[in-house]
């Protein structure tokens, strides 16, 4: 079965073919993160339209790098949600109107499914059950994942994403969009000792979250630093004791969802995963505490059109009925991922 992923649920315009007999055959993505870059963050309008302009290009590429005609696509699988409103319709809308012009069978697909199960497209993937952090610019979340469709959430944040915490605190240190991989390249240059920063939540005795204190505290220290004057080192320093703090409580966390499950297998997924000092972290836990950890490729860590691809490739093995010819469409820009039905 051949299935064509249609990935827009916010900044990238992702599509990808995958064939449950052969894995991965082609995939094309394009960021929208320079058009972004000078508004500090994504302007949603902007975003479907470019979303408009990008879709059939890559779908030919997508097309082409397989090698195969459309006509050979068995089923259209795209992300219903979560994600913004505008950006969902204009994917939706071109893989319904595929789905009708080719009479293929459409099946919507949790954008958050896909990046839960995205490490499964590496060429050493986990096995059932795993632990999953899914950590990105809008969700943080632990969930234990005991096949498709089976997640359950062990906890979660009650505020601010860490990837959300990670774009905020780059901004108050006048670094640019997106500001998650900026602060971490800053942060390799500071002093670990210069900023003891707050790790909100280490000790609650619960799996759940909260970054927003640690966001205050960099805002007050950089008011505070010799009157918002701040030098270069500085920045640095600050950026240190920020990255330090948020990978602690992650990687502290990840480790007592461990122990409360009683599981060895750790999948880390989602952009902030993506980040060398988390994976660092991590991988040193893993070595103490002699369990596993899995990450997606790099180039599937951030949103794409191989994960959703992936992912309704999975439901249909399942249930190949999951997808239907109906194309009249919905989206759903919230999304709860405990809402999602068992295959």
């Not at 394009?30 to 990008?54: C, F, K, N, T, W």
Request: aromatic content about 6%; charged content about 20%; glycine content about 10%.
């Amino acid at each position: 079965m051949i299935v064509l992923g249609v990935e827009s649920s916010c900044d990238e315009t992702g599509l990808a073919l995958y064939d449950t007999a052969r894995g991965l055959l082609s995939h094309a993505l394009y960021s929208q993160v320079a058009m972004h870059e000078e508004y500090g963050g994504v302007v949603p309008e902007l975003a479907s339209r470019d979303h408009i302009r990008r879709a059939i290009p890559l779908l030919e590429q997508t097309l082409k790098g397989a090698g195969i005609a459309p006509q050979a696509i068995d089923a259209i699988a795209y992300t219903q949600g979560p994600g913004l409103a505008g950006a969902l319709l204009v994917g939706s809308s071109i893989a319904c109107s595929l789905g009708l012009a080719l009479d293929k069978p459409v099946l919507g697909v949790h954008h958050l499914e896909g990046h839960l199960l995205s490490p499964l497209l590496a060429s050493d993937p986990p096995e059932f059950p795993f632990v999953a952090l899914l950590v990105s610019g809008g969700h943080t979340q632990l969930m234990r994942v005991d096949g498709v469709g089976q997640y359950e959430l062990l906890g979660e944040t009650l505020d601010d994403a860490a990837g959300e915490a990670f774009d905020k605190s780059a901004k108050l240190l006048g670094l640019g969009y997106p500001g998650g991989p900026a602060i971490s390249r800053l942060a390799e240059f500071g002093d670990p000792l210069a900023y003891k920063l707050p790790r909100p939540m280490l000790h609650s005795k619960d799996l759940n979250f909260s970054f927003s204190g640690l966001k205050t505290a960099v805002l007050t220290v950089v008011k505070n630093s010799a009157a918002a004057n701040v030098c270069e080192q500085d920045k640095a320093n600050i950026a240190r004791g920020f990255v330090d703090a948020i990978v602690d409580v992650l990687t502290a966390k990840c480790v007592a969802a461990l122990k409360q499950t009683g599981l060895k297998r750790l999948v880390i997924a989602g952009g902030v995963g993506a980040n060398s000092q988390l994976r660092a972290a991590l991988n040193a836990a893993a070595a103490k505490k002699r369990f596993r950890v899995y990450y997606p490729e790099l180039e599937f860590c951030t949103d794409n059109g191989a994960m959703i691809a992936f992912a309704g490739a999975m439901r249909l093995s399942i249930n190949p009925q999951a997808a239907r010819r109906e194309y009249g469409f919905n989206v759903r820009p919230r999304w709860p991922l405990d809402e999602l039905k068992v295959v």
